[in-house]
T-cell receptor
C-alpha cells in the first residue's frame, strides 16, 4: 500500500535557526513528491516538487528538499527560519492517475 | 499564474439544506478535485473530475455529488447538509493526467470554503 508519513505533528524553532520537517513515503513505484504550505485559513501553496530529475530540489522562500530513495524520505529544510514561515506544511506523494496521498501535516512554530 | 477561486470563504447552513460550493480555475486545466480538510485527518478526496462531465468518486463521496458542465467550473453539492459535513472544503486543479507514473503535475489549490452546518 502507498502511504506518506510526516514524522512530527509540531515543530518549534527560533527565528534564524534551521528548519527540518520530515517526510517518509512507501512506494512500489517512482513517485512524484511535493511540499505544500498552508497559512491559517488559506489554501495550499506549492513550495517545491520532485519529479525524478535532481535529487536536491530548491523551492520558494529559501526552502529545499532532498529525495533519498534508499531511505524513502523527502525531508524539507531551510537554513534560517523567518517568522513568516510559521504555517502548516504538507508532504504529498503522487503515484498514478488521480491519487495524491497527503501527509497529516506538520505545524511549524517560529519563536522570536 | 494559475488562479483557483472558490465562491465563498465562509458559509453557514442549516441541517437539511442543499448546499452548492463553486470552484473556478482560469488555466484550462483538465483535472479538478474536491477535498475536505479536518484536524487530525488531513486532506481527503471527495470527488475528482478528469474532464467535462467526467467524474470519479474519491475516498469519501457519501453525502456529496458534483457537477462539471464547463471545463473551468467544478461544483460540489451537499444534497442534504448534516452537521458532520462541517469542515474546510478545498478545490484544486491540475493540468491533466499524462501517465501512470508520477508526472510531476502539481495541483493548484483555491483558498478554501469553511462550511458550518448547524
Amino acid at each position: 500500500a502507498q502511504s506518506v508519513t510526516q514524522l512530527d505533528s509540531h515543530v518549534s524553532v527560533s527565528e534564524g535557526t534551521p528548519v527540518l520537517l520530515r517526510c517518509n513515503y512507501s512506494s512500489s513505484y517512482s513517485p512524484s513528491l511535493f511540499w505544500y504550505v498552508q497559512h491559517p485559513n488559506k489554501g495550499l501553496q506549492l513550495l517545491l516538487k520532485y519529479t525524478s530529475a535532481a535529487t536536491l530540489v530548491k523551492g520558494i522562500n529559501g526552502f529545499e528538499a532532498e529525495f533519498k530513495k534508499s531511505e524513502t524520505s523527502f525531508h524539507l529544510t531551510k537554513p534560517s527560519a523567518h517568522m513568516s514561515d510559521a504555517a502548516e506544511y504538507f508532504c504529498v506523494v503522487h503515484y498514478n492517475f488521480n491519487k495524491f496521498y497527503f501527509g497529516s501535516g506538520t505545524k511549524l512554530n517560529v519563536k522570536p | 499564474d494559475v488562479k483557483v477561486t472558490q465562491s465563498s470563504r465562509y458559509l453557514v447552513k442549516r441541517t437539511g439544506e442543499k448546499v452548492f460550493l463553486e470552484c473556478v480555475q482560469d488555466m484550462d486545466h483538465e483535472n479538478m478535485f474536491w477535498y475536505r480538510q479536518d484536524p487530525g485527518l488531513g486532506l481527503r478526496l471527495i470527488y475528482f473530475s478528469y474532464d467535462v462531465k467526467m467524474k470519479e468518486k474519491g475516498d469519501i463521496p457519501e453525502g456529496y455529488s458534483v457537477s462539471r458542465e464547463k471545463k473551468e467550473r467544478f461544483s460540489l453539492i451537499l444534497e442534504s447538509a448534516s452537521t458532520n459535513q462541517t469542515s474546510m472544503y478545498l478545490c484544486a486543479s491540475r493540468l491533466k493526467m499524462t501517465s501512470y507514473s508520477g508526472t510531476g503535475d502539481e495541483q493548484y489549490f483555491g483558498p478554501g470554503t469553511r462550511l458550518t452546518v448547524t
